[in-house]
């Protein structure tokens, strides 16, 4: 069976947990993987915990379900880590990645003993100093690439510009600031344990 | 060649309707079918379609609006889910008997109450006696294909009937994935020109659509629409055979997963039948000889086919993503059953009520059935074949 890479997503409604989902989805499709984008929906209201989905293979994928053993968690809000078990069924082989600025010993408190890999990010102080604005998103998804190696650096950022340019068609001017979110978010994702 | 694309499940099915541009589409959003509506307004806004959008202010009058647009001779669809079925419901059954060939989405919803917004099939098995064809779609591709090869069958002079194509709400509605799809030209050529024989605004030839029928009638046009829904059978295959020439891919009544040497099988429709192919392949890695039978032709039912399929397995489940509330089974059950015990055959066969308000069905789960399975193949028989899965308090 060939290699079936699983990712869960911890946000806040609001926050674009299930946009950076579906970009996920959309720049490993663009690398020519097989690819499913979905969020779970529950109710949906701003600031409500939601959890979105990837799985990415080089074969066709036929399971439907949700995931409940991911190869990597991203955690786009660290409040979430004190009232959802954001490491549940987390294959200790894979990684989580938390946007926090919040320190190792404080994680590993909220982390249930998870022993795999954990990283983190200053998801918060990277997109206001590229974009002037609080945009999680950006910054979350190039964190999993690098942490998850679905694909290049290079393939990414390739695949980004272009989709960027798209995007924001009618706004060039953000196009540069989410680049810059992206590369330094490459560079910046640090491993803690 | 095809095009390589990544899309949802409601887009798949938006995209197939702007690539057939019908001539009137009538529609209510209603959650999870709300975006395909969405996304055709866009076409027909920005002239990529030159469809007449009639946004209505309720489903009843969406289906009202459909049956009339389509009895004045224009090609029609519609989406809908659940509730929104529901509120159609005295308008559906007008559909099918005036022989209407209008084509829908059913994006599978639970029906209320009380409120639930995710999936099951309580809305399309609650419509299995309308008179409506029903297609069933495991992912965005078949869902796509399925809308292609609709019209030509819905429409064939043998069969008017309306027909609705369903895929599962949230789960491949709104999940983004891989999807081929077909050149705009060909998806033209394909569908073709709707040349109906008879339509209310043909000059040339007055009619009434819809008159009384009573004693002296009624029986023989229900007859008729039994007939004819006799007839789409054979048009289903000779639309896909046609379709496969086309694309490559090959669509039947049903599809069989690894059943040719299985002893234990599960029946079931949409999406759950994706999750049964892992499982499958991952039960034949230990040796155990599971299988599937996906139903994508649900009506009109394949009985016989079906009951075919399955005689040589010692253990069948059928699993059904609605509860019939009967104290007897599932309508699919039911169905599968009838057709085994028509042609004497004594497959124990048991079902499972699943999935019921969007409750998630996880490889595990039908892991759990193939392994009960092999129970009742070893034991030969079913002391309780009505059972649910996934359920809490379950034994």
Same mark, same amino acid.
């Given at each position: 069976?060939?290699?079936?890479? !699983?990712?869960?997503?911890?946000?806040?409604?609001?926050?674009?947990?299930?946009?950076?989902?579906?970009?996920?989805?959309?720049?490993? @499709?663009?690398?020519?993987?097989?690819?499913?984008? @979905?969020?779970?929906?529950?109710? !949906?209201?701003?600031?409500?915990?939601i959890?979105?989905?990837?799985?990415?293979?080089?074969?066709?994928?036929?399971?439907? $379900?949700?995931?409940?053993?991911?190869?990597?968690v991203?955690?786009?809000?660290?409040?979430?880590?004190?009232?959802?078990?954001?490491?549940?069924?987390?294959?200790? $082989?894979?990684a989580?990645?938390?946007?926090?600025?919040?320190?190792?010993?404080?994680?590993?408190?909220?982390?249930?003993?998870?022993?795999?890999?954990?990283?983190?990010?200053?998801?918060?102080?990277?997109?206001?100093?590229?974009?002037g604005?609080?945009?999680?998103?950006?910054?979350?998804?190039?964190?999993?690439?690098?942490?998850?190696?679905v694909?290049?650096?290079?393939?990414?950022?390739?695949?980004?510009?272009? $989709?960027?340019?798209?995007?924001?068609?009618?706004?060039?001017?953000?196009? !540069?600031?989410?680049?810059?979110?992206? !590369?330094? $978010?490459?560079?910046?994702?640090?491993?803690?344990? | 060649?095809?095009?390589?694309?990544?899309?949802s499940?409601?887009?798949?099915?938006?995209?197939?309707?702007?690539?057939?541009?019908?001539?009137?589409?009538?529609?209510?959003?209603?959650?999870?079918?709300?975006?395909?509506?969405?996304?055709?307004? &866009?076409? =027909?806004?920005?002239?990529?379609?030159?469809?007449?959008?009639?946004?209505?202010?309720?489903?009843h009058?969406?289906?009202?609006?459909?049956?009339?647009?389509?009895?004045?001779?224009?090609?029609?669809?519609?989406?809908?889910?659940?509730?929104?079925?529901?509120?159609?419901?005295?308008?559906?059954?007008?559909?099918?008997?005036?022989?209407?060939?209008?084509?829908?989405?059913?994006?599978? /919803?639970?029906?209320?109450?009380?409120?639930?917004?995710?999936n099951?099939?309580?809305?399309?098995?609650?419509?299995?006696?309308?008179?409506?064809?029903?297609?069933?779609?495991?992912?965005?591709?078949?869902?796509?294909?399925n809308?292609?090869?609709?019209?030509?069958i819905?429409?064939?002079?043998?069969?008017?009937?309306?027909l609705?194509?369903?895929?599962?709400?949230?789960? &491949?509605?709104?999940?983004?994935?891989?999807?081929?799809?077909?050149?705009?030209?060909?998806?033209?050529?394909? =569908?073709?020109?709707?040349?109906?024989?008879?339509?209310?605004?043909?000059?040339?030839?007055?009619?009434?659509?819809?008159?009384?029928?009573?004693?002296?009638?009624?029986?023989?046009?229900?007859?008729?629409?039994?007939?004819?829904?006799k007839?789409?059978?054979?048009?289903?295959?000779?639309?896909?055979?046609?379709?496969?020439?086309?694309?490559?891919?090959?669509?039947?009544?049903?599809?069989?997963?690894?059943?040719?040497?299985a002893?234990?099988?599960?029946?079931?429709?949409?999406? &759950?039948?994706?999750?049964?192919?892992?499982?499958?392949?991952?039960?034949?890695?230990?040796?155990?000889?599971?299988?599937?039978?996906?139903?994508?032709?649900?009506?009109?039912?394949?009985?016989?086919?079906?009951?075919?399929?399955?005689?040589?397995?010692?253990?069948?489940?059928?699993?059904?993503?609605?509860?019939?509330?009967?104290?007897?089974?599932?309508a699919?059950?039911?169905?599968?059953?009838?057709?085994?015990?028509?042609?004497?055959?004594?497959?124990?066969?048991?079902?499972?009520?699943?999935g019921?308000?969007?409750?998630?069905?996880?490889?595990?789960?039908l892991?759990?059935?193939?392994?009960?399975?092999?129970?009742?193949?070893?034991?030969?028989?079913?002391?309780?074949?009505? /059972?649910?899965?996934?359920?809490r308090?379950?034994?």
């Amino acid at each position: 069976m060939s290699k079936l890479v !699983e990712i869960r997503w911890h946000g806040r409604g609001g926050q674009g947990a299930k946009t950076a989902s579906l970009l996920l989805a959309d720049a490993a @499709f663009n690398t020519g993987k097989y690819i499913q984008g @979905f969020p779970e929906y529950g109710p !949906e209201r701003m600031g409500a915990p939601i959890t979105a989905y990837n799985r990415i293979s080089d074969e066709p994928v036929t399971i439907h $379900s949700n995931i409940y053993e991911p190869d990597y968690v991203v955690v786009v809000d660290d409040t979430l880590l004190e009232c959802v078990d954001v490491t549940a069924g987390l294959k200790e $082989s894979g990684a989580i990645v938390i946007n926090t600025t919040k320190d190792a010993d404080y994680l590993k408190s909220v982390l249930n003993g998870y022993k795999g890999s954990v990283y983190t990010i200053d998801a918060r102080s990277i997109s206001i100093d590229a974009l002037g604005k609080y945009f999680p998103n950006t910054p979350m998804l190039a964190a999993i690439v690098k942490v998850s190696g679905v694909m290049s650096d290079e393939d990414f950022l390739n695949d980004m510009i272009g $989709s960027f340019k798209h995007k924001f068609a009618k706004k060039p001017e953000v196009i !540069e600031g989410n680049m810059k979110a992206i !590369e330094v $978010s490459l560079k910046e994702v640090k491993k803690i344990q | 060649m095809g095009i390589r694309e990544r899309l949802s499940g409601n887009e798949a099915v938006a995209t197939a309707m702007k690539q057939i541009n019908p001539d009137v589409v009538a529609a209510f959003p209603i959650t999870p079918s709300t975006e395909i509506p969405q996304y055709f307004s &866009t076409f =027909v806004n920005n002239g990529a379609v030159d469809t007449e959008f009639v946004a209505v202010e309720s489903e009843h009058s969406a289906m009202s609006a459909c049956i009339g647009s389509e009895a004045a001779g224009a090609r029609t669809m519609t989406a809908t889910s659940a509730n929104g079925l529901s509120l159609m419901w005295e308008m559906i059954y007008i559909a099918s008997s005036l022989r209407l060939p209008i084509v829908m989405s059913l994006v599978n /919803r639970a029906v209320s109450g009380p409120l639930n917004i995710h999936n099951d099939h309580s809305d399309a098995m609650g419509a299995r006696d309308s008179g409506w064809i029903q297609l069933f779609s495991e992912n965005n591709q078949e869902a796509y294909d399925n809308f292609v090869m609709a019209n030509r069958i819905a429409e064939h002079e043998d069969v008017q009937l309306p027909l609705m194509v369903c895929q599962d709400g949230f789960i &491949t509605s709104h999940s983004i994935e891989n999807i081929e799809l077909i050149e705009d030209d060909k998806v033209k050529a394909f =569908v073709g020109k709707y040349e109906p024989k008879h339509y209310l605004l043909n000059d040339k030839e007055p009619i009434a659509v819809g008159p009384l029928d009573l004693q002296a009638y009624l029986f023989e046009h229900k007859v008729q629409q039994a007939e004819a829904m006799k007839n789409a059978k054979k048009v289903i295959l000779e639309v896909a055979e046609e379709f496969e020439k086309m694309t490559g891919r090959k669509y039947g009544f049903f599809e069989e997963y690894k059943l040719d040497d299985a002893e234990i099988a599960i029946v079931c429709m949409n999406s &759950t039948a994706g999750t049964a192919k892992y499982t499958v392949d991952r039960l034949r890695e230990q040796g155990i000889k599971a299988g599937l039978l996906k139903v994508r032709v649900f009506r009109p039912f394949p009985s016989e086919e079906i009951a075919e399929a399955l005689k040589n397995l010692k253990a069948v489940a059928v699993l059904d993503k609605s509860d019939s509330l009967n104290a007897a089974g599932g309508a699919l059950y039911e169905d599968v059953i009838s057709g085994m015990y028509q042609k004497g055959l004594q497959v124990p066969t048991v079902n499972y009520v699943y999935g019921i308000g969007g409750r998630d069905t996880k490889s595990d789960d039908l892991e759990k059935v193939y392994n009960d399975l092999a129970v009742i193949a070893k034991e030969g028989k079913v002391t309780d074949p009505y /059972r649910y899965l996934g359920v809490r308090g379950d034994k």
